[in-house]
């Protein structure tokens, strides 16, 4: 058994931890009746460089990649639904600016509830990250990474990511919580192949 996140936000023991470790991806997996690629919890200090500085930490992703790739990050649409108790789900890409490259697969939760309407509406028009929209809106956040993972690309990966073939690649599951201490979202962010 693995102890995790669960998309009803409470820590617990889980019988199925796969569908806990890709939540809320394996949400898009489900719409699509898809089966969930190859994945599994590993432990943060066994990750490989460079992954372990770009995913082993309790900061955003985005200002991190931002970093790594001496760039400013947009973000490529591919999928979204709106549940009608406001939580609002993506699947997106993490594009660099200057170059188009692909930087990070994500697909991630927001509980727009939480949110200024200026704030929802930058969220809804899918066109900036929801860590630059945090940092940039002066939004207090915190993030809390509950697991680090290894998977195997599928086509839906490789669509995102824009890659032809399977890989073995490197991600977390992430919570991000308001200064309140309430859920704003939940993520998982996968890494392409390190050059």
Excluded at 57 to 71: A, I, N, Y
Excluded at 82 to 100: K, Q
Excluded at 107 to 116: C, D, E, K, T, W
Aim: charged share 25%; glycine share 8%; aromatic share 8%.
């Amino acid at each position: 058994m693995l102890c995790c996140c669960s998309g009803g936000g409470a820590m617990k023991m889980t019988e199925n931890p796969t569908y806990d470790l890709f939540f809320p991806l394996d949400e898009f997996y489900s719409a699509d009746h898809r089966p969930l690629p190859h994945i599994e919890a590993i432990d943060g200090e066994r990750m490989p460089e460079p992954y372990k500085q770009l995913l082993v930490h309790k900061g955003d992703m985005t200002p991190t990649l931002e970093r790594f790739h001496s760039g400013r990050i947009s973000l490529q649409l591919f999928d979204k639904r709106l549940g009608d108790d406001g939580w609002f789900s993506r699947r997106v890409a993490l594009v660099m600016d200057d170059t188009g490259k692909r930087v990070e697969f994500g697909a991630i939760r927001i509980n727009l509830n939480l949110f200024s309407e200026e704030a929802k509406q930058h969220i809804l028009d899918g066109k900036r990250p929801l860590g630059t929209i945090l940092n940039e809106d002066g939004i207090a956040h915190s993030s809390r990474p509950v697991a680090f993972l290894r998977v195997m690309s599928d086509d839906l990966i490789n669509e995102t990511l824009g890659l032809t073939k399977p890989h073995t690649l490197y991600g977390r599951r992430n919570v991000l919580y308001s200064g309140a201490g309430e859920r704003l979202a939940e993520v998982v962010e996968i890494l392409p192949p390190a050059k």
